[in-house]
């Protein structure tokens, strides 16, 4: 193989608040020849997620900060180029942890085969990939059943809408919360949400008034993507032996001094409510099921996926931040040219 250079973006320095372009570089590298057992790869489209901003930070979590100075990595959809592996060939698809960057070396522990009769293939990255597999996990999680009310923040998201396609399809009433009125009309209209309301309505209506509204008898679930008033209301809200699914929480992921919590959690007690964290790494043991029955409801047509495409490993870094200011309908995928 010759000389390969690939271009990827590198964190150079962690941020405060919101990530700016200057916590960022483009670089190029050199890759190595490639050994035997290794595959090549190029890399067709690239996620950006929330939960990326966390990995930003110095310090423990429940996972590895990213190291200053080297490629950040998330999920990615791509082409075999070349194979020294056993199993794959030039033109397979596969999808891998190695995003941000043009090529890449892997091994095939490393490596997803994914089928390329379905299109576009970036919806590996969304409906049938990690963030698919959250929503799926998150009504899994929590024993989501026909006729439960449930309520999705951040519904308008990669995993909300997901989540609340799935709902319906289980036969839940299903209510959401997004952050425009073209998202509002997205939920409504694309995703079959049987209601959905604008928090950042003009004058400002509080997201518990919109609630009590939108479920006036109240909900049986609450799907947490956003955490802060949005978990406030929803405790409000819940009926007793109500269920949390707590996925994520955009609304404090840029805050430079933690947030208080909410002042109602004293519900869980009263009302016998379970509240369970989801981290979509702990079920990839059920991938397989989840892709056979969810590429069933897409194939079928039971199941849409939306997407953002920004297009340009350049314009990575501004599709990221855009995640925070609420850019995306769908998964924000960033296809490389």
């Not at 970036?122 to 006729?147: F, I, P, Q, R």
């Not at 952050?179 to 959905?196: M, N, Q, T, W, Y």
């Amino acid at each position: 193989m010759p000389d390969m250079i690939s271009r990827e973006i590198h964190l150079i320095s962690r941020p405060t608040g919101m990530p700016t372009p200057a916590n960022f570089t483009l670089a190029q590298t050199k890759l190595e020849p490639l050994q035997n057992g290794q595959v090549l790869v190029r890399n067709l489209y690239m996620s950006v997620d929330p939960y990326m901003r966390g990995r930003m930070n110095g310090g423990k979590s429940y996972v590895p900060p990213f190291e200053l100075g080297k490629p950040i990595s998330g999920g990615a959809v791509g082409e075999v180029v070349e194979s020294h592996a056993e199993g794959f060939k030039p033109g397979d698809a596969v999808t891998s942890n190695y995003g941000w960057r043009e090529y890449f070396i892997a091994t095939p522990s490393e490596l997803h085969p994914v089928s390329r009769d379905i299109q576009p293939l970036s919806v590996y990255l969304g409906a049938l990939g990690m963030t698919g597999l959250t929503a799926w996990a998150g009504l899994h999680l929590v024993d989501v059943k026909a006729e439960d009310v449930i309520f999705i923040s951040g519904a308008a998201g990669a995993v909300g809408n997901v989540a609340g396609q799935l709902a319906k399809i289980r036969g839940c009433e299903v209510i959401g919360s997004a952050g425009s009125l073209e998202k509002v009309k997205f939920l409504r209209e694309e995703c079959g949400f049987d209601i959905a309301f604008d928090y950042k309505t003009s004058p400002v209506i509080p997201v518990i008034e919109q609630l009590n509204l939108a479920a006036l008898n109240g909900i049986d679930v609450y799907f947490d993507n956003v955490g802060g008033e949005m978990l406030e209301a929803a405790l409000s809200a819940l009926r007793v032996n109500g269920r949390i699914i707590a996925c994520g929480g955009i609304s404090g992921y840029n805050a430079e001094i933690p947030q208080p919590g909410p002042s109602n959690l004293f519900n869980i007690t009263t009302k016998r409510l379970t509240m369970k964290g989801l981290i979509v790494g702990d079920w990839l043991n059920c991938r397989a099921e989840f892709e056979h029955v969810v590429g069933e409801y897409y194939r079928s047509g039971k199941l849409i996926n939306k997407e953002t495409v920004v297009v340009g490993l350049d314009k990575a870094v501004d599709a990221f931040i855009g995640l925070f200011k609420g850019e995306n309908i769908g998964k924000m995928v960033v296809k490389l040219e």
